[in-house]
C-alpha cells in the first residue's frame, strides 16, 4: 500500500495543501459573516501555480478560485487524502496502467482546444467548449472515493451538477440511459496504441443516476483546474459507485434509449456490471469488498453500502436485485 513518509512529499505540495486548506477555512468564516460571495462565478486567475500543470497549457482564463466556488451540501468532512497521493496514484489506462506511471505519462497532454458534443435523444444538441463548461457556477464536492480495487481516497472535487449541463440539452422522453466518451487520440493518449482496453473508454449511467444531484462534472481538484492524470479537463464523478465509472477526460456525451456499453464489462462482463455501486455484501469474483484501504492511512476500513451515500441514492434501486445488477 502507498504510504507516504513525509520526506517524500515535495515541499511545494505541502504549501500548496496548506493554502488549499487555509482557503477554505477562510471561506467558512467569511460566510459565517455574510461576506462571501459563496455562489457564482469565479475565475480570477490569482491561484498559485500548481507544480503538477504541465507547462503550455493554457489554463490562465480558467483558474478556480476557491473562495468564490460555492460549497456544496454534499461535500463529507473526512481527512483529505494529499495531493501527492491523489496526482500520483492514479488510474488512466490511455496513459500507463500502472497507478504509479500515470503522472510521468501524461505530463503535458494538451487540454485546449477542448470541447464536449452532447447529443442524442436532445431536443436541443449542443457542443460545449471547455470554456464554457468551467463558467458553470463550479461547486466544492468533497467526496469519498473508492475503486474496485479496494482502495479508497477522499478527493476535495470542483466541478458542479451533471444535471445542470443535460438540462441544457434537453433530453426527450424516449432518453433513458446518458453514454459518455473519452478523447480518442493515440498521438496524445500512447497507450490507445495498445489493445489493453477497447478504445475509446466508454461509460453509462441510467438517466435518473445522471440527473441526481451528487453526480458531477468534475473540472479541478484541491481548488485548481485538473491535473491530467485525474482526467483533465473535465471527468464525471459519481460517488456511490466503484470509481472505473468516473470517466476521464470526456469529448462525447449522448442521450440513449437502450443500456450503453461499458469499458470494464466489456472488458470482463463477470467481473465489472453496468451498476457498479459499491457494495460490501457483493464481492468481486476474485476479492472480497467488505474492506478498503484509505490511502495514507494505517489499517483498513470497513466498505459502506453505497460508499456512505445510500441515504441519499438507495431510492433509486429500490426493487432491484442489487446481486444481479451488481
Ligand atoms: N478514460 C478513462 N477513465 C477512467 C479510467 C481509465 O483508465 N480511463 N480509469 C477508471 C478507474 S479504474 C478509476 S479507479 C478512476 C481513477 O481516478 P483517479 O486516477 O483520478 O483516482 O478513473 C476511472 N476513469
Ligand atoms: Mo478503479
Not at 109 to 119: L, Q
Not at 265 to 280: D, H, K, L, R, T
Request: charged share 25%.
Amino acid at each position: 500500500m502507498l504510504i507516504k513518509k513525509a520526506s517524500d512529499i515535495k515541499s511545494s505540495e505541502i504549501t500548496d495543501e496548506k493554502v488549499y486548506r487555509n482557503r477554505r477555512w477562510f471561506m467558512k468564516s467569511a460566510i459565517l459573516a455574510g461576506t462571501a460571495t459563496a455562489t457564482g462565478l469565479l475565475y480570477r486567475g490569482l491561484n498559485p501555480p500548481t507544480p503538477e500543470l504541465p507547462k503550455g497549457e493554457k489554463i490562465e482564463t480558467a483558474k478556480i478560485v476557491t473562495e468564490d466556488v460555492g460549497k456544496s451540501a454534499f461535500t463529507v468532512n473526512e481527512k483529505l487524502t494529499s495531493l501527492q497521493d491523489i496526482t500520483n496514484y492514479n488510474n488512466f489506462y490511455e496513459f500507463s496502467t500502472s497507478k504509479g506511471s500515470v503522472a510521468s505519462a501524461s505530463k503535458g497532454f494538451i487540454t485546449r482546444p477542448w470541447s464536449v458534443s452532447v447529443g442524442g435523444l436532445v431536443n436541443n444538441p449542443k457542443t460545449f467548449d471547455i470554456d464554457e463548461l468551467l463558467r458553470f457556477p463550479q461547486e466544492d464536492r468533497t467526496y469519498r472515493f473508492r475503486c474496485v480495487e479496494a482502495w479508497s481516497m477522499v478527493i476535495p472535487w470542483v466541478g458542479f451538477p451533471l444535471a445542470k449541463l443535460l438540462e441544457k440539452v434537453e433530453p426527450t422522453s424516449e432518453a433513458k440511459y446518458v453514454a459518455f466518451q473519452t478523447l480518442y487520440d493515440p498521438k496524445r493518449m500512447p497507450n490507445q496504441n495498445t489493445s489493453v482496453l477497447d478504445w475509446p473508454y466508454v461509460e453509462g449511467l441510467r438517466l435518473d443516476e445522471a440527473m441526481h444531484p451528487l453526480t458531477i462534472l468534475a473540472t479541478g481538484l484541491y481548488g485548481q483546474t485538473l491535473p491530467p492524470q485525474d482526467g483533465a479537463p473535465v471527468r464525471l464523478v459519481v460517488p456511490w459507485k466503484y470509481g472505473f465509472k468516473s470517466i476521464k477526460s470526456i469529448v462525447k456525451i449522448t442521450l440513449v434509449a437502450d443500456e450503453p456499453p461499458t469499458t470494464w464489462n466489456i472488458a470482463g462482463p463477470n467481473e465489472y456490471g453496468f451498476y457498479s455501486n459499491v457494495n460490501p455484501d457483493v464481492d468481486h469474483p476474485r476479492w472480497s469488498q467488505a474492506m478498503e484501504q484509505r490511502i495514507g492511512e494505517y489499517g483498513g476500513r470497513r466498505t459502506l453500502m453505497f460508499n456512505g451515500y445510500g441515504e441519499q441514492v438507495a431510492h433509486l434501486y429500490q426493487g432491484m436485485d442489487l446481486r444481479r445488477n451488481f
